[in-house]
């Protein structure tokens, strides 16, 4: 609908001022209900324009626009908005097509024919899955299922943590202070193994070129450091593959850097070619023009190549499997630096005349208290967190009169649901370049911003349509003063899902989902709280509350299933 009007309006724009190019106008939701669904700054832009009075503009758009079934007003107000009130025709219709489209409603075709890379999750081999990996993985997730949504082919792409120099310094750990075959140890031996060579390497620093040593040997293909390393890879991956199923996540590709190092030395030709690589002390350099960026070392002075190299082999890779108009890469704000610098290298190449890129700089996880980590070498396991999540889940479960009637492979399974979409919802519900404050009261809090606020909403409303009878949605009218101040509320929410989705894929910010149907949930739970649906007198009132009702489950299930959060049918 905001697109609708836009368009509306730079028509008549284009009639009534003929001599003027059309500004960037807003078409927004006011924050003050009595100001309308829409409103519009358009007035302003073209009064500056003209040198005259805003609401002398707004009063000749005003009387050109056309009257239409979908709004039961557009009004002027001082000093100069055109605010638009849609008419109940329009809500009704919305209601109609929110139950015929189901779980379609909100998708859209304006990503056809685009290509959408995200790269997201990228743990490093060998170590487990700390609560820091949690936000690029569900964020990606969520990013990835919102474009497929709106008409993009999406590729999710697992870029890998799987060659540099720390597999140097663990195989040199595993050959020194190894006591069991490689393929029996399991991914928290490793990382403490890894731990152990940082410990020894502070009181002994030469073992810091043992590991470098092996690393050399690894990266010309010794025999047994190669050995060591697809074993180490082999760990790691039925380790991640467990975590992947428990959070609901899934890739298109999963690569890792060792996949991308023996195409480093065609990029390194490409940036002696475009002269941008300087020697420095033995090693290879970018230096940036006007020193814009602290230079980036693509070959280190004993000829292995950098990350830096390995990232640019990987765009290199995508340009060309994939010809994609837009590469995200979900990964932390400490990277920042390293993503400018690279976009910067990608534009010098000229790899950027058709594909965008951008950088969802996801912030920490602290505690009320202060970082979210533990004594150095220790790390906080997400696998921890996540049972500790379900635990907490079923004892809220136990202790709730709903969970009368659930058996106990039941409540097994809707406290896994409830737990660990909690956690999820509690991350994405959060702006990504935030820092996230860690509090159990928070994530699995029943009244508050929560999954299981929502998932209970959707379970009451779920629960509400079974108890009624089948009913058919038919053409229905009803009178403006049939309808209660709290019915009304939720039509002018709902209508606004299909807007949201496209929203959070233009600002990259799954948290939008989250706040709208956060307000909609608040809105229906008043209303629910508020008026009987079942035992409504009027059998008309009746239908449409149950229409309301339906349609708010389907928004709610719909922004689930992009956020990549489960609903249990019980709760």
Not at 35 to 44: E, K
Not at 164 to 186: N, P, V
Not at 260 to 270: D, Q, S, T
Not at 426 to 447: G, R, Y
């Amino acid at each position: 609908m905001k697109e609708k009007i836009k368009k509306e309006l730079e028509n008549l724009v284009k009639v009534l001022f003929p001599n003027i190019k059309i500004p960037e106008f807003k078409v927004e939701h006011p924050e003050k209900k009595e100001f309308g669904d829409y409103s519009t700054n358009l007035a302003f832009l073209i009064a500056k324009e003209l040198k005259e009075r805003p609401i002398e503009i707004a009063n000749k758009i005003l009387k050109s626009i056309k009257k239409e079934k979908i709004f039961e007003r557009v009004e002027v107000k001082e000093p100069g908005f055109i605010n638009f009130f849609l008419s109940l025709d329009f809500f009704f219709e919305e209601l109609r097509k929110i139950l015929k489209e189901k779980e379609n409603y909100g998708k859209s075709k304006i990503g056809k024919g685009k290509t959408v890379i995200i790269d997201y999750s990228s743990p490093n081999i060998a170590k487990p899955f700390g609560i820091g990996h949690l936000r690029s993985t569900i964020i990606g997730q969520a990013l990835y299922n919102i474009y497929k949504f709106l008409g993009y082919k999406v590729i999710g792409d697992n870029h890998l943590g799987d060659w540099g120099t720390q597999f140097g310094k663990l195989i040199f750990a595993i050959k020194a202070w190894g006591k069991k075959k490689i393929k029996d140890y399991s991914i928290e031996e490793l990382e403490e193994l890894y731990v152990k060579f940082h410990k020894e390497a502070q009181k002994n620093p030469q073992l810091e070129d043992e590991g470098r040593k092996w690393f050399k040997k690894l990266a010309k293909g010794d025999k047994e450091a190669r050995k060591i390393w697809k074993t180490l890879v082999k760990i790691s991956l039925k380790e991640f593959g467990r975590i992947y199923k428990l959070l609901g996540v899934k890739f298109d590709v999963v690569l890792g850097e060792s996949f991308y190092e023996p195409m480093a030395k065609e990029i390194i030709e490409k940036l002696k070619k475009k002269k941008i690589l300087k020697e420095s002390q033995g090693a290879l350099i970018i230096e940036f023009p006007k020193k814009e960026f602290p230079p980036a070392i693509v070959q280190k002075s004993d000829g292995t190549t950098t990350y830096f190299a390995r990232d640019l082999a990987t765009i290199n890779y995508r340009l060309k499997r994939w010809n994609p108009d837009l590469i995200i890469y979900e990964v932390g704000a400490d990277q920042k630096l390293h993503f400018q610098q690279l976009f910067r290298v990608a534009e010098l190449l000229g790899w950027t005349k058709k594909t965008k890129f951008f950088h969802v700089a996801h912030g920490l996880y602290r505690t009320k208290t202060g970082k979210f980590s533990t004594r150095k070498g220790e790390t906080i396991h997400l696998e921890d967190v996540l049972e500790e999540a379900v635990e907490r889940a079923k004892e809220i479960i136990e202790k709730s009169e709903t969970s009368r009637g659930l058996k106990e492979k039941e409540k097994e399974k809707v406290s896994k649901i409830v737990g660990i979409g909690a956690v999820k919802y509690n991350d994405l519900s959060q702006h990504p370049s935030k820092d996230i404050i860690f509090d159990w009261e928070k994530v699995l809090n029943l009244k508050g911003n929560s999954a299981p606020y929502l998932q209970y909403t959707f379970v009451r409303c779920q629960s509400v349509l079974k108890k009624a009878k089948k009913f058919k949605i038919e053409n229905f009218k009803l009178q403006i003063e049939k309808l209660k101040k709290e019915e009304i509320e939720i039509l002018r929410e709902i209508y606004k899902f299909p807007e949201i989705v496209k929203e959070a894929a233009e600002k990259f910010s799954p948290n939008l989902i989250c706040n709208f149907v956060f307000e909609l949930a608040k809105k229906y739970n008043l209303f629910y709280d508020s008026y009987p649906i079942l035992k409504a007198k009027d059998k008309r009132v009746k239908k449409f509350r149950l229409i309301l009702t339906k349609s708010v489950a389907q928004i709610i299930k719909n922004s689930f299933s992009l956020l990549g959060i489960q609903i249990p049918k019980k709760m």
